[in-house]
């Protein structure tokens, strides 16, 4: 019987992560292979270099699922996005609000 590769790699189960697809046994999840890939400009070997608990196996296999699935994948990140800047909107850092204090004070 034939098992696509990529679901030996990528593995989606509700409750993990958010239910977003992630490395199979791990929880980073496929989005954050793409930023650290697409947006941070790092290599699958970098990738591998900072997480040694996957594969570099892994890594592709997530790059391709996110070729496969890129509209949902950009999708997810871009609604993390959104709610971290609406996070941090409605609770400022320390260092924020003793600024604006200091300039209005």
């Known amino acids: ?18 239910g977003k697809p992630r490395i199979a046994g ?16 790092m290599s699958p070997d970098e990738i591998l270099y900072h997480h040694p608990s ?7 296999a997530a790059l391709a699922y ?11 990140i871009a609604t ?3 709610f971290a800047r609406q996070l941090q909107e409605q609770n400022p850092s320390l ?3 003793k600024l604006k204090h200091r300039q209005h004070g």
């Open 1 to 18: 019987m034939f098992i696509p590769i990529i679901k030996e790699h990528i593995e989606i189960t509700p409750g993990v992560c958010g």
């Open 80 to 82: 993390d996005e959104e």
């Open 95 to 97: 260092l924020q609000q």
């Open 66 to 76: 996110y070729h496969d699935h890129q509209e949902e994948i950009r999708q997810q």
């Open 54 to 60: 996957i594969s570099l196996a892994d890594v592709y």
């Open 26 to 41: 791990h929880r980073i999840r496929v989005q954050d292979i793409v930023i650290w890939h697409e947006k941070m400009g």
